[in-house]
Structure formats: structure tokens, C-alpha cells
């Protein structure tokens, strides 16, 4: 898939590095599995359950050959939290090294990308569009190798990286195509590595409380995606860190947001990269006083340090602390007695903080596409789509198809999405997603009825039903879960030992 296709060569430059550093490098690799092409079918319940086999994997590799040292080449989404569990299982020196974003493609005279396929999707699917113009933006939205071009699950990930100082800082979105620079910078990475298995920090020194959040406010800052909280939760859990989703939350809630990227804004990745990259944004967060700028970084200086070269905000892709391009994140933390272990909001590419409206209930994704596309969803209505949690899934589907279908049915302004799925990074619109306890757990998402109004505020951090204490205990007392959809194999596996979304949605021991 065009996110790896540049990892045999970095990996060979990697090892190039290692050996000219005195080292021996001993390559392996895992898996992955492609987001895009799994999007809106079964496929997608094997994106999360993979970050756990390749952070096994990793693991395994280290229990049986005890290296000195990693480098962890990462692209697509589940790859780079993978990593950071795994290190933090294993807990040695380490570099990561991220592969790199697409560059943006153009339909209309305008830039593209994965996001603008899957809205054309559904704005096919209402006769909003032809085939034929669908067909040409699908030739033209991905023009070559690297991770998502825009600021999605993927390079939300990579922000994180150079937040927790695990990687170089300014090198992650260096476009994936530009091979001759990124070949010497894996070679930089490979011979760095090498030098810290004499005497570098081991994983955790970075992936402690004030890393990860230095990364939770460089993904809010960034407008990045939602699958950071599950991300940078399960990482805590394999660091042994206290961390919870109210603690990530509060960091959005008072943290601006410093880049106008896409789905929240204009502008890619590679864009963001020309115009300074995340480096620029950290050193206006330290001065905020929103990042701990004494936080380490591979390199032996500290953030501050590191981020202290970093060009002034252009303001156009990048803004200043003072002058931010929007206030507050859009990364939202709910609670309420449709999330009592909370939820997570995504308020992207709309004014909308606020929605009140009769629930229609659908049991899964494919269910709630279908009604989209037959015209049965109508403004006003809060879709409400559960069985699609960790447990329920199994595997927590993104509701990419779903949002982007409610979209390019002209109705993301008009309609709210509450899932105890996830979403994509491409997600735009007020949505809420990781509602918790899922349904099939006994969450009280599992009881609500068509027609119920909801209530979503991003304002107040409300998720709740309009619906008494004693009526919701009566309904939930009722309940029976639904048979597991998949009761044998990986699926069914997971399905079974799979912890909650608010806890990192890992494998309970």
C-alpha cells in the first residue's frame, strides 16, 4: 500500500547507518494493514486488532535476539503506536523513523487526497455526482508513495513522534517521495541508534507522563485526529503510566490550534512540512506554556533545545500562540449517562459545537450506510450506531464511510454521529466516537431508542439522553447482548480480551 512503499529502502539505509556507526544491523519485519482499502467493509475490524500483532511481534523479535537497540520504520496508522507500545514493553534505546506523508493530488484546480475520494463516495451515492467524475478523482487524489497527504490518524501519529522526542525533530513530513533525503536521514537514524546502545535513554524516558502529554497538545495543536486519545492511552497502559482520558481531554481544552490542516483546515502535510513543520509548533507551545519544553529528546538536547532554529509561524499554514487559527482544539473529551466512562468528540470542518435531536438507532455500520444512501437519514437526527466497539466489532471499525457519506449527502451540517466505533482522521463535522462502556458491554448507548433526544455539547462536555435515571436503569436491567459476531480465530480472540476504548482499547492481562 502507498503508505510502506518506501520502507525496504529506508530500512537499507537504516542499516547503512547502523553499520557505519560500528554496528551490526539485523532487519526484520511485520505486518500492516491498509485503512483505505479495508474502509466501509469487515476488513476494517482487523485495523486495531493489528496494532496488538505488531506490537507483539516486535516484542517477540527483542525476547528472542535481545538487540541493543531499535529503529522502528512506521507509516500507516497502526504502525507508529504499535512501535511506541512495543518500546515501551521493551524498554531500550530506541529511534523511530517515519516514512513519510503523500504529496497532495488536484481535482478541480484544487489539492485532493483520500478524504475528498471517500465524501465523493457518498455524494455518488445521491446522484450528486457521476461516476465519471468520481472515477477522476479517484485517479488523481493519491499520486504516489507516503502515509494519508493530509493531516489524518497518520501524520497526527507523526506530530506525536517529535513531540515525545523519539524521533529527529522537523523530519517526519518530509514527503515519502523525496527519497534521496530520506534515505540520508534513515542513514542519520540508523548510525544515532547505534550510538545510544552504548549509553542513550532507554524508551520510557520519553514516554512518560509529561511525553505523552507533550503529545496529546501537539495533536490538539495540529488539529490531529481522534485516534490519538486511544493511541497515546495504550501507550501509557504498556508504559506503566497513570493516564486517563479526562487527563488528555483537559490538555485539549486549553490548547489552541496552531495549524490550518486538513479535514479541520487548508492545507497538507507537505505544506506544514514547507513551512517549518512541527518543530514550529512546539517551540510556540513551550512558550505557551502548554509543552514542557525540559522533556528529552534522542538527539541528548531537550525540546526547547531542539525546536529553538524553528522558523516563526507564516501564518498561513502555521499560526502563533497569540494568534492562533482557532481557539480551541476540536478534540473533545464527553461524559454523561450515554458515556459514563466517557466519549470523544471530533468538531472538524464545521461551527457546530452543539446538537440536539431525535436519535435513530442503527446496529451496525453497513445498516446506517444503506439508510444514507436510500435518503431515510433527514436533518436533525442524531445517528446513533452501536455494536461497533472494541468488543462489539470486534476490532472498532472506523465510521470514515459512514461520516463521509452523511457529507456527501449534503447532511453534515445537519446531522450528528455518536458510535462506540472510532473514526478516521479524515472525519469532518460534529461526531462523537470511543462511547464508553460500549454497548454490548452494558453501556447505556446499547438502550437508546429511535427518537430519543440526545445531546451533544462540545461546550460543556455533555454526551447524554434525554431519559430518567430510573427508565435508563430499567432499560439496561432488560438488556441482553447480542451474540459475539465472531466467536473463534484472531477476531474472536480479541473480542473477548479487549479492554475498553477509554482504557487504550489493549488486550487485558
Not at 62 to 69: E, I, K, L, N, R
Not at 395 to 403: D, K, P, Y
Not at 470 to 489: K, M, T
Amino acid at each position: 500500500m502507498p503508505c510502506n512503499l518506501n520502507h525496504l529502502e529506508l530500512s537499507e539505509a537504516v542499516a547503512a547507518g547502523v553499520a557505519s556507526a560500528g554496528g551490526v544491523a539485523l532487519p526484520f519485519n511485520t505486518i500492516s494493514v491498509s485503512d483505505n482499502q479495508s474502509q466501509g467493509t469487515p476488513g476494517m475490524r482487523a485495523s486495531l486488532i493489528s496494532r496488538e500483532l505488531i506490537a507483539d511481534s516486535i516484542e517477540l523479535m527483542d525476547v528472542a535476539h535481545d538487540f541493543d537497540a531499535l529503529v522502528c520504520i512506521v507509516g500507516c496508522d497502526k504502525t507508529t503506536p504499535a512501535a511506541l507500545m512495543a518500546l515501551a514493553r521493551i524498554d531500550k534505546p530506541a529511534v523511530v523513523l517515519y516514512s513519510g506523508p503523500m504529496r497532495a493530488g488536484s481535482w478541480r484546480g484544487e489539492q485532493a487526497t483520500i478524504q475528498d475520494v471517500w465524501e465523493a463516495v457518498g455524494a455518488y451515492g445521491q446522484g450528486r455526482i457521476t461516476r465519471g467524475e468520481l472515477d477522476d478523482l479517484e485517479r488523481t487524489a493519491c499520486p504516489g508513495p507516503g502515509t494519508c497527504a493530509g493531516h489524518f490518524t497518520a501524520n497526527t501519529m507523526a506530530v506525536a513522534l517529535e513531540c515525545l522526542g523519539l524521533t529527529r525533530l522537523g523530519t517526519t513530513l518530509l514527503a515519502a517521495d523525496a527519497l534521496e533525503e530520506r534515505r540520508e536521514e534513515a542513514a542519520r537514524c540508523g548510525a544515532l541508534a547505534a550510538s545510544l546502545a552504548a549509553d542513550g535513554r532507554s524508551a520510557r524516558d520519553f514516554l512518560d507522563r509529561r511525553g505523552l502529554l507533550n503529545a496529546m497538545v501537539g495533536i490538539a495543536a495540529s488539529g490531529g485526529s481522534t485516534n490519538g486519545f486511544l493511541h497515546l492511552l495504550a501507550i501509557a497502559r504498556e508504559a506503566e503510566v497513570e493516564l486517563t482520558l479526562a487527563d488528555l481531554a483537559d490538555r485539549c481544552d486549553v490548547t489552541p490550534v496552531l495549524a490550518s490542516l486538513t479535514p479541520g483546515g487548508r492545507y497538507v502535510a507537505t505544506d506544514f512540512h514547507a513551512a517549518g513543520g512541527v518543530p514550529v509548533l512546539i517551540r510556540e507551545l513551550i512558550a505557551a506554556r502548554l509543552v514542557d519544553g525540559d522533556a528529552p529528546t534522542i538527539e541528548a538536547g531537550t525540546l526547547a533545545e531542539a525546536s529553538a532554529g524553528a522558523p516563526a509561524p507564516d501564518g498561513r499554514v502555521t499560526f502563533s500562540a497569540a494568534a492562533p487559527y482557532k481557539a480551541t482544539s476540536g478534540l473533545v473529551g464527553l461524559v454523561g449517562n450515554l458515556a459514563p466512562r466517557g466519549a470523544v468528540a471530533k468538531v472538524a470542518g464545521t461551527q457546530r459545537r452543539r446538537h440536539v435531536g431525535p436519535a435513530r438507532v442503527f446496529e451496525r455500520e453497513e445498516a446506517c450506510i444503506a439508510a444514507i444512501d436510500a435518503g431515510d437519514v433527514i436533518p436533525g437526527e442524531v445517528v446513533v450506531v452501536r455494536n461497533e466497539g472494541p468488543a462489539g466489532g470486534p476490532g472498532m471499525r472506523e465510521m470514515l464511510s459512514v461520516t463521509a457519506a452523511l457529507v456527501g449527502a449534503g447532511l453534515g451540517e445537519s446531522v450528528t454521529l455518536v458510535t462506540d466505533g472510532r473514526f478516521s482522521g479524515a472525519t469532518r463535522g460534529l461526531m462523537v466516537g470511543h462511547v464508553t462502556p460500549e454497548a454490548v458491554r452494558g453501556g447505556p448507548l446499547a438502550v437508546v431508542r429511535d427518537g430519543d433526544m440526545v445531546t451533544v455539547d462540545a461546550d460543556t462536555r455533555e454526551l447524554s439522553v434525554e431519559c430518567s435515571e430510573a427508565e435508563l436503569a430499567e432499560r439496561l436491567a432488560a438488556y441482553v447482548p447480542p451474540p459475539p459476531r465472531v466467536a473463534h480465530g484472531v477476531l474472536g480472540r480479541y473480542s473477548r480480551l479487549v479492554g475498553a476504548a477509554s482504557d487504550g482499547a489493549t488486550l487485558r492481562d
